[in-house]
């Protein structure tokens, strides 16, 4: 089945150190997205990238960084310099003209 | 600066009645809105669309107007089940150098008692 996977479902960060989310898809779409969901707050971007080796800031880019080496691949890593982490992660892929497809998310909490 | 508001955090209805949920947008660009439904600790799924060049769309229980002079967008559903209560977000397909891109309203929280 196609799909967009999004892994752990749940992740735990020490103060201090980097994490990385995973977002695998298999349904050959050129853009990923990832969004952070804040209670009260909606989606907001954070970095989507429109093709392989290339990817640009959202709204809230900072404290992240991201990597496309794979068309199927695009994950997240949530660094140190990132003062509020804690959050609900949704990873996203899409075709030009087509809706959006959701992964299943990733809760982070900082311990 | 908020391109797509939804006003309402929170609707409650009567299940059988129908639910009624707005979404306002302000960039007169947006040629494609679409709304989402979220359960808790879920993904966002796909619900039902609407270009610009059109006003309704319809989809079973699920209906979406689009007002285009004033950037309005309203998704109906009728009628209304208790499994239906989740997070509904608008979207709104973005233009310039972002584009293809959603952007989110903040959600609308539907509640439908039995």
């Known amino acids: 089945d196609g799909g967009i996977t999004q892994s752990p479902k749940y992740l735990f960060r020490k103060e201090g150190q980097n994490v990385t989310l995973s977002c695998e898809q298999n349904?050959?779409?050129?853009?990923m997205y990832w969004y952070r969901q804040d209670p009260g707050q909606g989606l907001r971007l954070i970095y989507y990238s429109q093709i392989v080796n290339d990817f640009q800031k959202g709204d809230i880019a900072e404290g992240y960084s991201v990597s496309r080496e794979k068309k199927e691949s695009f994950p997240l890593t949530v660094t140190s310099a990132q003062k509020n982490p804690t959050a609900f992660y949704l990873c996203?892929?899409?075709?030009?003209?087509?809706?959006?497809?959701f992964g299943q998310g990733t809760r982070l909490t900082v311990v | 600066d908020q391109q797509v508001k939804q006003n309402s955090p929170s609707l409650s209805v009567q299940e059988g009645r129908i639910s009624i949920l707005n979404c306002d947008y302000t960039n007169s660009m947006f040629d494609y809105f679409l709304w989402y439904k979220k359960y808790p600790a879920e993904g966002p799924t796909f619900l039902i669309s609407?270009?610009?060049?059109?006003d309704k769309n319809e989809d079973g229980r699920f209906t979406v107007f689009l007002n285009k002079s004033a950037k309005h967008l309203s998704l109906h559903i009728v009628p209304s089940q208790p499994g239906d209560s989740a997070v509904y977000f608008c979207a709104a397909r973005g233009h310039g150098g972002s584009q293809g891109n959603l952007i989110f309203g903040k959600g609308t929280k539907l509640s439908v008692k039995p």
């Open positions: 996203a892929s899409k075709q030009q003209n087509t809706e959006a497809f």
């Open positions: 609407i270009s610009s060049i059109k």
């Open positions: 349904l050959n779409h050129d853009a």
